[in-house]
């Protein structure tokens, strides 16, 4: 596809469930954020490990009041959020992470459920089953099948199969499979096959990919010190 909005335009209605990649701002498919927002579509479910920031990642479909329910671990980043929130317009499932993460693999895995100690006696088990294993009380979390899914990788190839770069492949691997349609934005589209065991998601997940446009990447928090007069770092800085 030549656009991200094309391509988004022909997935998306109100009400679905879409989850997202990345982690913070790294690994953010945000042509096609960017693409859903301008789509105008309502009443949206955001599966994804945070909401972004203020205006940047999935933070602009906060913005234009196009989220109903979020499924993140984190949420902290993010005022538009908290004040949606706050004020009665949002809901939250907060999921631990490591469980959000394996719910996202059991939907691409074909798994419905899972048993894990992991939010045992605390607010995460309010309402779920729970049963001892080998002495320990464990809860069921259902797996999570997203009717759309969007991921950012580094390079694709022809056949959808995806590389990702480094920390960008965070949450992306098990948010490609959990979709039952998935697009991806990718760095570029090598001209032959990539090399089988390089593919970290195999093309058979992904229906459509689209190269990224050339935007700087973002940087959700930029830390820097004093440097000395010889270059090197102020140690009591």
């Given at each position: 596809?030549?656009?991200?909005?094309?391509?988004?335009?022909?997935?998306?209605?109100?009400?679905?469930?879409?989850?997202?990649?990345?982690?913070?701002?790294?690994?953010?498919?945000?042509?096609?954020?960017?693409?859903?927002?301008?789509?105008?579509?309502?009443?949206?479910?955001?599966?994804?490990?945070?909401?972004?920031?203020?205006?940047?990642?999935?933070?602009?479909?906060?913005?234009?009041?196009?989220?109903?329910?979020?499924?993140?671990?984190?949420?902290?980043?993010?005022?538009?959020?908290?004040q949606q929130y706050l004020d009665g317009h949002l809901e939250i499932e907060?999921?631990?992470?490591?469980?959000?993460?394996?719910?996202?693999?059991?939907?691409g895995a074909g798994i419905p459920a899972f048993y894990t100690p992991t939010?045992?006696?605390?607010?995460?088990?309010?309402?779920?089953?729970?049963?001892?294993?080998?002495?320990?009380?464990?809860?069921?979390?259902?797996?999570?099948?997203?009717?759309?899914?969007?991921?950012?990788?580094?390079?694709?190839?022809?056949?959808?199969?995806?590389?990702?770069?480094?920390?960008?492949?965070?949450?992306?691997?098990?948010?490609?499979?959990?979709?039952?349609?998935?697009?991806?934005?990718?760095?570029?589209?090598?001209?032959?096959?990539?090399?089988?065991?390089?593919?970290?998601?195999?093309?058979?997940?992904?229906?459509?990919?689209?190269?990224?446009?050339?935007?700087?990447?973002?940087?959700?928090?930029?830390?820097?010190?004093?440097?000395?007069?010889?270059?090197?770092?102020?140690?009591?800085?």
């Amino acid at each position: 596809m030549t656009t991200a909005r094309d391509l988004v335009a022909r997935h998306v209605f109100d009400g679905m469930t879409i989850a997202v990649g990345g982690f913070g701002l790294c690994g953010n498919p945000f042509d096609l954020i960017d693409a859903v927002r301008d789509s105008g579509v309502t009443d949206l479910t955001i599966v994804s490990n945070n909401m972004g920031t203020d205006g940047k990642g999935l933070g602009v479909l906060l913005e234009a009041q196009q989220v109903r329910k979020v499924v993140a671990s984190y949420v902290g980043e993010n005022r538009q959020f908290a004040q949606q929130y706050l004020d009665g317009h949002l809901e939250i499932e907060f999921t631990p992470q490591g469980t959000l993460a394996e719910r996202l693999r059991a939907g691409g895995a074909g798994i419905p459920a899972f048993y894990t100690p992991t939010g045992a006696h605390t607010t995460v088990a309010d309402g779920k089953p729970t049963m001892e294993i080998g002495g320990r009380t464990v809860i069921l979390e259902h797996a999570i099948v997203a009717d759309l899914s969007l991921v950012r990788a580094h390079q694709a190839d022809a056949a959808g199969n995806l590389i990702y770069r480094r920390t960008a492949r965070n949450f992306n691997p098990v948010v490609a499979t959990a979709g039952r349609v998935t697009l991806a934005e990718v760095d570029r589209v090598v001209e032959d096959f990539l090399d089988p065991d390089l593919v970290q998601t195999p093309g058979i997940y992904v229906e459509e990919v689209i190269v990224a446009s050339g935007r700087a990447p973002e940087i959700e928090q930029r830390t820097t010190r004093p440097r000395r007069a010889d270059g090197g770092a102020d140690a009591d800085a």
